[in-house]
């Protein structure tokens, strides 16, 4: 399979848009990894404590993928799927640099698995 087909991440004009799987009301926040999508991508799950209520999964997604990726809140925005499991998330910034240390990123976490 070709790296791009099995990435969760899309370089857009202004940053890259991530496809997110996510599960509230877990018993700890975590990224769990990538999982098949029916149309056969690939989204990044991931898993918060936060109940899926007033915004709180949201922003507990957008507070553990910051810290993960070492970037900003406000650069992470919820684009598509707001009151959905499943979520596009935009990450603002330049896309060839972030496109590089997502997927690095990606790497040393599926290593560590």
Do not use: C
């Amino acid at each position: 399979m070709a790296a791009a087909a099995a990435s969760p991440f899309s370089a857009a004009a202004d940053g890259v848009r991530v496809r997110l799987r996510v599960q509230p009301r877990t018993r700890r926040n975590r990224i769990e990894g990538l999982v098949p999508e029916a149309d056969g991508s690939v989204a990044l799950k991931v898993a918060v404590t936060a109940a899926p209520a007033d915004g709180r999964a949201n922003a507990a997604v957008i507070a553990l993928l910051s810290e993960a990726w070492h970037v900003p809140k406000s650069n992470l925005a919820v684009t598509a799927g707001a009151a959905d499991r499943r979520k596009t998330i935009h990450l603002q910034g330049d896309p060839q640099r972030l496109m590089q240390a997502l997927a690095d990123w990606l790497n040393k976490a599926g290593s560590t698995a």
